[in-house]
């Protein structure tokens, strides 16, 4: 319910947060953060029965949009996270082995139809369970715990071997960034700045 009014699972609000009744919920089941708008108003979302989902701006299910199914070999699958390039191509963070009967592991790109990209390489951060951050060169920033565990791919896909993040196991909780570039990191012991240096990619705190 919300606000006495009979709902479930995705609802939208309108400025006064009273329930927006022209809104389409077609969503049966819980769902997962982060929730995605697009520019075009289109949204994505995550979706315990179909994996990752993305509605119209009216709340009724893309059709030009293939939901991901994940598998994993050996164990539960599903993303974790997920953020859209500029040009509509989709990063996903998640456990998996294969997509849509594509194997892949690791950070993973979908086109803007929701299949596998495989320009994309595969296989980079098996393990990552947090981000992805984008860079304004395309890269991407993941991470699976701890300030260590923090890496960087290129646009295609490709580990940054340069990038190199501080060996602390501090838990690093969130990351974002700065208008120039700067890698802002949510820590267990507070937040903390870190400069990517230019030359040797070594993240240090200014």
């Given at each position: ?21 022209g809104f389409t919920n077609v969503l049966t089941s819980g769902g ?73 592991t690791g950070v993973t790109r979908l086109t803007t139809a929701g ?92």
């Open positions: 319910r919300v606000n006495s009014a009979v709902t479930s699972f995705f609802v939208r609000l309108n400025a006064d947060g009273t329930l927006d009744t997962n953060v982060p929730i995605w708008i697009q520019p075009d108003g289109k949204i994505l979302v995550g979706y315990t029965a179909a994996g990752l989902v993305r509605l119209l701006s009216t709340g009724a299910l893309d059709p030009t949009w293939t939901p991901p199914a994940f598998i994993h070999s050996s164990g539960l699958p599903g993303a974790y996270g997920w953020a859209v390039q500029p040009d509509g191509k989709v990063i996903i963070v998640g456990r998996w082995t294969s997509i849509n009967g594509t194997a892949r299949v596998v990209d495989t320009t994309f390489a595969s296989g980079w951060k098996a393990d990552a369970q947090y981000g992805p951050v984008l860079q304004a060169n395309g890269a991407v920033l993941v991470w699976s715990g701890a300030v260590s565990t923090l890496g960087r791919a290129s646009a295609l896909g490709a580990s940054d071997a340069s990038f190199v993040p501080p060996s602390t196991v501090t838990l690093l909780n969130a990351v974002a960034l700065t208008a120039n570039g700067e890698v802002l990191c949510g820590l267990s012991a507070g937040a903390q700045r870190l400069v990517n240096d230019d030359v040797t990619g070594a993240l240090t705190v200014p």
